[in-house]
């Protein structure tokens, strides 16, 4: 079955240190990628997506993240993270349909 | 600015009142879907529109109706609410380009909903 995992339900990471949110998925089909990030009490906002072509991908406020076929991964990095980065991050993929599947987020806490 | 719109933004219900969740997107996007969040589950589908006159069940449908009433619209009703169905629900949209199908959902703020 197809899936998108999302091992740490919390990250804890000091302010301006680097931090790395986690995401597998399980495909037999084309799989298209996205993360989103969900600031308290708003909707969800796209980060990045990969779709094709280089798997390294760039996104707003400084985060990017890498497609790795072999290892079915598409982590999410930031070198230096800030308050404000403060939230919940969703890994989603589409498995060549319509409907979109969502891991069950990652909530990060920056320490000041 | 241009987006999805979801009214009301909280509401609280009695055990088998009914309401309608209603949303509006003004990006010219042919795809709708209804989700709802719970804590630790991540967003799951209720129901999804790929076009205006089509709906399709998603993961958790039962106790929900959809309508696609055009192009813009896309309601989520709900019959005989349930305390289960407390969650926050969030609408999304997304186009469907010729060159690639598989574009990003656009989601509005959420709706707040408590069933006592």
């Known amino acids: 079955a197809q899936s998108v995992t999302q091992l740490d339900s919390q990250v804890p990471v000091f302010e301006e240190a680097p931090v790395e949110l986690r995401c597998n998925y399980s495909?037999?089909?084309?799989?298209?990628l996205f993360w989103y990030v969900q600031y308290p009490n708003q909707g969800l906002q796209l980060l990045l997506k990969?779709?094709?072509?280089?798997?390294l991908v760039k996104g707003i406020n400084g985060f990017e993240a890498e497609f790795n076929k072999s290892q079915t991964s598409f982590h999410l990095r930031k070198p230096s993270v800030h308050i404000s980065d403060t939230a919940e991050y969703f890994c989603?993929?589409?498995?060549?349909?319509?409907?979109?599947?969502f891991g069950t987020g990652t909530r990060l806490t920056i320490i000041p | 600015n241009a987006g999805v719109t979801q009214t009301p933004k909280f509401q609280v219900l009695k055990t088998g009142q009914s309401m309608t969740l209603q949303c509006a997107q003004d990006?010219?996007?042919?795809?709708m879907y209804w989700y709802r969040q719970d804590p630790g589950m991540g967003l799951r589908l209720i129901y999804y529109?790929?076009?205006?006159?089509?709906?399709d069940k998603g993961e958790v449908p039962n106790g929900y109706n959809v309508s696609r009433l055009n192009k813009r619209e896309f309601s989520l009703r709900l019959e005989s609410a349930a305390p289960s169905q407390t969650s926050v629900y969030f609408c999304?949209?997304?186009?469907?380009?010729?060159?690639?199908?598989?574009?990003?959902?656009?989601f509005g703020d959420g709706t707040r909903l408590s069933i006592l």
């Open positions: 999304a949209s997304r186009p469907k380009l010729r060159t690639n199908y598989n574009q990003p959902q656009h």
């Open positions: 529109s790929a076009s205006e006159g089509t709906t």
């Open positions: 990969y779709l094709s072509g280089s798997t």
């Open positions: 495909s037999s089909v084309s799989v298209y």
């Open positions: 989603a993929a589409y498995f060549g349909n319509e409907k979109l599947t």
């Open positions: 990006m010219n996007h042919n795809s």
